[in-house]
Structure formats: C-alpha cells, structure tokens
C-alpha cells in the first residue's frame, strides 16, 4: 500500500490548491503541512524548494522531493494515474495537455499573480499597472474562449489536467475585484462560463475550494 504523499502548503496561495485538486481526483493520500510566508526562505523549508515557495511534495514511495505546481501535476499524473483518468497516453493529446498546462503556468497564473499584487499588497496604487494585468486577465479569458469553441474541455473531450490546472486562479477572481464587474465581463465568453462551471462542480474541486477557505479563514485568527 502506498504511503501518503506529504505536501507542502499554504493557506491562501492558489498554487497550492492546484496540486489538492489533482491529489484528490486520483484518489491518492496525502499529508498537508501548511508553510508559514516567513518560514519559506530559511534552512528549514529551502533544503525543500530552494525556491522558497509552495507548493512542493515529498513522495516516499519514490523518494522524490519536487516542486512547481506544474512540474508536481505531471509527476502526478504520471506516477498516480495507470488509467489515464486526468491525461493522456499517446499522440497529440497528451502534447496538448501539456501545452495548456505551459499556457497556465506562463499566462494565466503571473497574470492573475500581479493583478492580486498591484490591487491589494502594494505599497502604492497604480492604476495603470492594476488595468494592465486585468486586462491581461480578460485576454487570457478570450484566448481559453476560443481554444474552447465546439468542445467542453480542452483537449480530447474529456476533464484533464490541462482543465483543472486553470479553476484556483479563477477562483480567485472575487478577490480581486469585489464590485463583481470582472466576473460579468469574463463571463460574457460563453464558451469559457460553461467550461469553468463544469469544473467548479466537479467534487475535488468543491472540496478544494471549501478546505482552502476554511483553512484561510483560521490562519486570519
């Protein structure tokens, strides 16, 4: 029987959750231990992730230590899902998966990452550089729409990671702008609503979100 999965986390950060979404879909067991900010550049946690960041994984089944979110997900995947549940085994779908998971790490995330900064954490309001990453976001949206047109999910029409990779930065919309104007405007692209609906049902999704919330609300206290 294989031993849990120890993963490294945090409460608010969206990465993270990306990696519990996946976890649970596959059924695999995992550990969570919840890094402190100001733990993840000490001796403690970079031995980890040099990087000083979550999440990251210790996988005693194999001895491996990895991090970045993207990098975990495959591994995942590649490690944990014999049946080909979240991806693919063969040409070109399993090459598309990975391209829409580039296009996350690369687009949306930084994206959605310097929004969230520029509205909330930084010490000056810049209006320019708050409208520049979301209309970033409003792209990013517009470009999914498309790749969307004629299909539920992203590649070979079934839920992959590729798809699941995009719900916690999404998810994070609210809190960046709590008027609910920018949800109104992305959901405008209908293609895109009903993809991320689909997936905001899906039970690992729900139980994701629900823990992350709950988790944030006592890390505030």
Not at 58 to 87: C, F
Not at 135 to 142: A, S, Y
Request: charged fraction near 25%; aromatic fraction near 12%; proline fraction near 6%.
């Amino acid at each position: 029987m294989s031993k849990p999965i120890k993963l490294y986390s945090h409460e608010t950060g969206p990465n993270p959750w990306k990696v519990v979404i996946i976890l649970e879909e596959l059924g695999v067991k995992y550990d969570t231990v919840y890094v402190d900010m100001a733990d993840m550049h000490t001796p403690k946690f970079e031995p980890i992730n040099p990087n000083g960041r979550t999440p990251a994984i210790e996988d005693p089944n194999t001895g491996i230590t990895l991090w970045e979110s993207g990098a975990i997900i495959q591994y995942l995947v590649e490690n944990y899902d014999p049946e080909y549940k979240l991806h693919s085994k063969s040409s070109p779908d399993k090459y598309y998966e990975n391209q829409y998971l580039q296009f996350q790490m690369s687009g949306q995330g930084p994206y959605f990452g310097q929004a969230a900064w520029f509205i909330h954490f930084h010490s000056e309001k810049i209006p320019s550089a708050q409208d520049r990453y979301k209309n970033e976001i409003k792209r990013i949206t517009k470009v999914l729409d498309a790749c969307l047109q004629g299909k539920e999910y992203l590649v070979g029409g079934k839920c992959s990671y590729a798809d699941l990779s995009f719900v916690t930065w999404y998810a994070m919309v609210g809190f960046l702008d709590q008027t609910g104007a920018l949800q109104k405007e992305l959901d405008t692209n209908a293609n895109f609503k009903a993809w991320m609906d689909k997936l905001m049902a899906r039970p690992s999704v729900k139980k994701a979100l629900e823990e992350k919330t709950r988790v944030s609300q006592q890390a505030k206290h």
